[in-house]
């Protein structure tokens, strides 16, 4: 057997992400924004002839502002997959999204700068023949040139959804479509209306009666409709010629509408238009003080009537999938044909578009060795064990992570959201898109490693995105020279070989070399969690809490400051931030320390609901010998041990041949650094006994290395022994160290103790 064995077994946990998906705000800022759009909107007055109430024109109002109801359509999209903005997308825990982009833009042919009437109302859905589908809220995005404004909406979708979208969208006659319901309110100007003032011109001709008590009548009244013919009367005007002749339909028709005191005591507008009453009727109800005779004086103020009105956009969502334009829609769920393309070497690694939005893939800086939080140390766990030729062994599993610098994934993200126009805002940076990757190790048993699955590979294969568990099995002495390189600067060493896409036309697959470098005094992440207040309007503070066994030192930090929205696949707005602290700043165990970051430029009113901290240079204070002693008190007992064989020449002697003054029996007493004494009695009738003494990994390693106590793997005892006669007790022997595995016990005689 090779001295030294190496496995991998990939540890099943979800796929490293290096910057996770941030809290969300707990408003939708969705709708947030579009309802103070609609606060801070007035509404337009238009003419009776410019009344909005069609399509594909601009109508003006009154102040001179043109509006046109919007149109609605499927935004493109660019890259390696152009094509309609529309896509399945599956995250990286398997979750599946339906990701629609839209936009609104003007009818053409519209007057420059005219607004846009009418604002989304109600869901969005999806709906074709026999089913329906409801949209979450979608999230407003700036616009491109020439477009009004984006949409993003992000649906998450349950697996028997998918299957049904997917028919659906692919069916022509299914007749998908996404409907859309907008409200537009605004008002219309009517014409002036006639006013009327009472006249009370002096009568000349008979007095006139007396006044009878007339009990006035409550409203509404009826009215006698007395057709006697007369539909035209004449009425004395101050302001008008005498004698004008102004038709009743008109006085009643357009009196004014303000009341019952609008014509001293009768409301006009409880009588019809057009209704005929009498001349001799209307003036006796003069007389009897019910009305006065209105006179006509001109146009009064005008008068606007609210409108509330909704119109629907219909947008076919019918995708061929025979169509290149429309691989992109189903790529996430029905499989990529090719790996992502356009990988390319920066300041901050090498890097390439991933198959989600706003994120990209990045080859790790390095493998470290993982920090287990449950036990406050190293991930390393070693076991003994008896190997089948009787030879004592370890297998020693080492929890391996791809590690990232935060540092240079911060200065990634601000890149990116600087230099892509707006495709990528502090976009998340995970692991993954290589064709794939093999992990070898060196430096530490030259010529004397092999695979364990395979003694002819060059390496071992792992999956470079998710944490695997490096199992080596070892013998003791390369145990001993293991945990001297762990728990060293150096450590052990090795190269995770990566193919970032397969060879194509006989041309070399390019590959990427990682190291990997495990060792106590580098470990991968630490335990830190970071606490943000949602529901808060421009948040600054973030709480830090150290989850670590060991005090953790924090080099520096730095922040994006964000405005999210639960449906938006992009912040709204980031903004860069510093913190208030001075750094280095150290965090003991178990405690927490507060960060306060302010935005480093930021224009008025800016918002942002979250801050996404980054800790740079974070080092825990592990001591590497004092973490090794650790993890050999948590490792489980081997079924290996030294078997001690204890003899007594003396006993035996005195067994041979018996009598009343010879011993009985011999007391041995056996002591070892860090172990409770070992008592065992040898009797006349049992001289010789054998005795398994448990073997502690901290044997195996050199004395003065990590709290060891011998290397060369032989048991070391302090013994000292009695007798035991008839009489009693003898004396303890003076104590004498012991090695090996057979122990020759002497005691002094009777007299020469106390007993």
């Known amino acids: 057997m090779a001295n030294a064995l190496f496995s991998i077994v990939q540890e099943p946990s979800r796929r490293v992400q290096v910057t996770p998906r941030p809290h969300r705000a707990a408003a939708d800022m969705g709708i947030v924004m579009r309802a103070l759009q609609m606060a801070m909107r007035l509404e337009p007055v238009f003419l009776p002839a410019n009344e909005p109430v069609g399509d594909d024109r601009a109508y003006p109002a009154i102040d001179g502002i043109s509006f046109a109801r919007p149109t609605l359509a499927l935004g493109q999209r660019g890259g390696s997959f152009p094509g309609p903005d529309v896509a399945f997308l599956k995250e990286i825990d398997g979750s599946v999204f339906l990701h629609i982009g839209l936009r609104e833009s003007l009818p053409g042919g519209v007057p420059d700068g005219t607004t846009t009437l009418g604002v989304l109302t109600g869901p969005l859905r999806l709906t074709w023949a026999g089913g329906e589908f409801v949209l979450p809220e979608p999230t407003p995005m700036e616009g491109d040139e020439g477009i009004l404004g984006g949409m993003r909406i992000l649906a998450p979708l349950a697996p028997d959804q998918v299957a049904l979208l997917v028919q659906a969208m692919t069916d022509p006659a299914a007749g998908c479509a996404l409907t859309a319901t907008y409200a537009a309110s605004y008002r219309v100007r009517e014409d002036p209306p006639v006013i009327f003032v009472p006249n009370d011109p002096p009568r000349t001709d008979d007095p006139p009666p007396p006044r009878e008590p007339v009990e006035r009548p409550r409203f509404p009244i009826r009215l006698p409709r007395e057709r006697t013919g007369a539909d035209i009367i004449t009425v004395e005007s101050r302001f008008q010629p005498p004698g004008i002749r102004v038709p009743l339909a008109v006085i009643l028709g357009n009196a004014p509408r303000t009341g019952a005191g609008g014509l001293h005591g009768i409301n006009p507008a409880l009588i019809a238009k057009g209704a005929l009453v009498s001349p001799e009727l209307l003036a006796r109800w003069k007389d009897l003080q019910i009305i006065d005779m209105p006179i006509w004086v001109g146009p009064g103020a005008p008068q606007d009537r609210g409108v509330s009105t909704t119109f629907t956009r219909r947008v076919p969502f019918f995708f ?22 356009d990988w390319q070497d920066s300041e901050w690694g090498t890097l390439c578009p991933a198959e989600f939005v706003n994120t990209v893939y990045l080859i790790p800086h390095e493998y470290r060795l993982a920090y287990d939080a449950a036990r406050g140390l190293p991930h390393m766990l070693p076991v003994q064990y008896a190997a089948p030729d009787g030879s004592r062994r370890l297998r020693v599993m080492l929890r391996t992570e791809p590690w990232y610098d935060p540092a240079r994934v911060a200065g990634l993200q601000a890149a990116l959201s600087r230099q892509s126009g707006g495709i990528y805002l502090h976009p998340q940076v995970i692991a993954g898109g290589v064709a794939g990757a093999r992990l070898t190790l060196r430096t530490i048993f030259p010529e004397e490693i092999a695979v364990a699955e395979d003694a002819e590979a060059d390496g071992v294969a792992i999956d470079m995105a998710s944490p695997f568990d490096l ?51 580098r470990l991968g992440a630490l335990p830190l969690t970071e606490f943000v207040a949602t529901a808060t309007i421009n948040p600054e503070r973030v709480d830090i809490t150290n989850r670590a066994a060991q005090p953790v030192t924090v080099a520096g930090a730095e922040a994006s400051l964000l405005l999210l929205d639960e449906n938006a696949l992009l912040p709204a707005a980031v903004l860069a931030a510093r ?16 960060l306060t970051f302010a935005p480093v430029a930021a224009p008025e009113g800016a918002v942002w609901n979250t801050v996404v901290p980054v800790l740079t240079g974070v080092t825990a204070a592990v001591d590497p010998d004092a973490a090794l002693r650790a993890i050999h008190a948590l490792a489980p007992p081997g079924t290996a041990g030294w078997r001690l064989r204890i003899l007594s020449p003396q006993l035996a002697q005195a067994a041979a041949s018996p009598g009343p003054d010879r011993m009985v029996a011999v007391e041995v007493r056996m002591t070892r650094d860090g172990a409770a004494p070992v008592q065992v009695t040898l009797m006349a009738s049992e ?12 044997d195996l390693i050199p004395a003065g290395t990590a709290g060891g106590t011998a290397g060369d793997g032989f048991l070391r005892l302090s013994v000292t022994a009695r007798g035991v006669w008839p009489g009693g007790f003898g004396g303890w022997s003076d104590p004498a160290d012991h090695v090996g595995d057979t122990l020759f016990v002497f005691v002094p005689p009777l007299d020469g103790g106390t007993g």
Do not use: C, K
């Open 687 to 698: 001289p010789e006994r054998s005795v398994t003494f448990p073997r502690n990994l901290d």
């Open 579 to 594: 913190p208030a602290q001075p750094f280095p700043l150290t965090i003991d165990a178990g405690g927490s320390a507060t």
């Open 471 to 521: 199992t080596l099995d070892v013998s003791e002495e390369y145990y001993a020279l293991l945990t001297t390189i762990l728990t060293g600067p150096v450590g052990l060493t090795g190269t995770v070989e990566v193919t970032l896409a397969p060879a194509v036309n006989g041309a070399a697959a390019p590959l990427r070399r990682v190291p990997l470098v495990l060792t106590f005094q």
């Open 320 to 341: 061929d999938r025979t169509l290149d334009q429309n691989l992109g829609v189903f790529r996430a769920i029905s499989g990529a044909a090719t790996l992502p393309g």
